[in-house]
């Protein structure tokens, strides 16, 4: 307010508002004062302090005190006796405080609306566990995803055959050990399974200094880049209806995920691939790109009538959820992207034990592709 009212003479007190976010009407108000509003006067229809206290004393009666408002009305009337209407009764009622209802009612806790904002890679991680249908009716084999939502890039994944907190653990903290995540630098978020909630999942990103968030219950749209990768995985031509074993869908998944890691240029990253963007090359390949559409456009300069062509812009900032008021992040056009020198993933391979009922985790047991 007072820097407001110190630089209002010099860029007026509109201009001065808008820029430092304060309303007119505040500033207007401080300047007149607080002034006391006078009471408002009692409409000449209304009942008079001893007859609302005489209704209230009615309906507090042991004769009417189980009875609804309405019941009250009828029943006074046939005894011949009118004290007010029925929405008068309620109004006297709520006035005291004694109008509620009498069900027992869900209250739901109130979720946070997640908001997260990733400028480069290896700040926000989203990951997701999706089922593959297998050989038979009622048979599922389960993959985890981790994906940085930045640049698209899976950073780890795993097939296994049930959901199960030990392997998530397993997954996120190898997966953690291969990008070289510090504490303090990453942030991840899923939804509210019972392997994202589980108390040994908690530990571990505790232990690693690695934020967790959640999606809030029941809202897709909080995890939406965990579930839009699943679907470009299962819209696949050569994604199958079911997968004959755990072999199987792991063998496919060795095909996809270097696929669309390597190849796969992702509209949202100016049809760049996720390892580009994830390994800081798009501004070199951003370059190549621009040196070959000027080329074309220096030997045909009539075909492009909007002069010479640019490819696509990069993003500065990928939101979850990004706040209503506009932040510099969504406003800028183009994007900051962290250079890394080591573009080399090793694969780990998962193995599970067939012949036993319980998925055996060993020093090889999480997938991860570039």
């Known amino acids: 307010m007072q820097a407001v009212e110190g630089v209002a003479p010099e860029l007026g007190t509109a201009s001065a508002c808008q820029a430092l976010g304060l309303s007119r009407a505040s500033l207007y108000r401080k300047r007149c004062g607080t002034q006391s509003q006078r009471p408002r006067p009692a409409p ?27 019941q009250v009305h009828a029943a006074l009337l046939d005894a011949g006796q009118y004290l007010c209407s029925p929405r008068t009764m309620y109004r006297i009622l709520d006035s ?11 209250r739901r806790p109130h979720f946070v609306r997640p908001e997260l ?12 566990i999706t089922k593959l249908m297998g050989p038979a009716k009622w048979t599922y084999f389960y993959l985890y995803v981790i994906l940085d939502i930045f640049s698209r890039y899976v950073v780890g994944w795993m097939v296994a055959h049930r959901e199960s907190a030990a392997l998530a653990e397993r997954l996120i903290g190898q997966t953690c050990e291969k990008q070289g995540i510090e ?31 959640h999606s809030r219950p029941q809202v897709s749209n909080d995890n939406p880049f965990s579930e839009s990768q699943f679907k470009t995985m299962k819209y696949r031509p050569e994604f199958p209806d079911r997968f004959g074993s755990l072999e199987d869908s792991r063998a496919f998944g060795r095909v996809f995920f270097p696929w669309y890691n390597d190849e796969h240029h992702h509209s949202a990253l100016g049809f760049f691939t996720p390892a580009v963007v994830h390994y800081g090359l798009a501004e070199s390949a951003r370059q190549k790109r621009k040196a070959v559409l000027a ?14 062509p640019e490819p696509a812009d990069l993003p500065q900032a990928v939101w979850i959820n990004p706040p209503k008021k506009k932040t510099p992040f969504q406003i800028a056009p183009q994007s900051t992207i962290v250079t890394s020198d080591d573009l080399r993933v090793d694969w780990i391979s998962p193995t599970n034990d067939l012949s036993d009922s319980r998925t055996v985790i060993t020093s090889t047991s999480v997938s ?3």
């Open 44 to 70: 000449p229809r209304a009942l008079a302090p001893s007859e609302r206290q005489s209704v209230l004393d009615t309906l507090h009666s042991e004769r009417f005190v189980d009875q609804a408002p309405a």
């Open 183 to 213: 504490p303090g630098q990453l942030t991840l978020h899923a939804d509210r399974g019972t392997s994202m909630t589980s108390k040994p999942v908690a530990l571990l990103l505790a232990d690693l200094g690695v934020v967790k968030t």
């Open 295 to 308: 080329a074309a456009y220096s030997a045909h300069p009539e075909r492009f009538v909007r002069g010479t």
């Open 96 to 106: 005291a405080q004694e109008v509620k209802e009498r069900r027992d009612q869900v």
């Open 368 to 370: 991860q592709c570039h």
């Open 117 to 128: 904002l990733a400028t480069k890679p290896n700040q926000v991680w989203s990951w997701d």
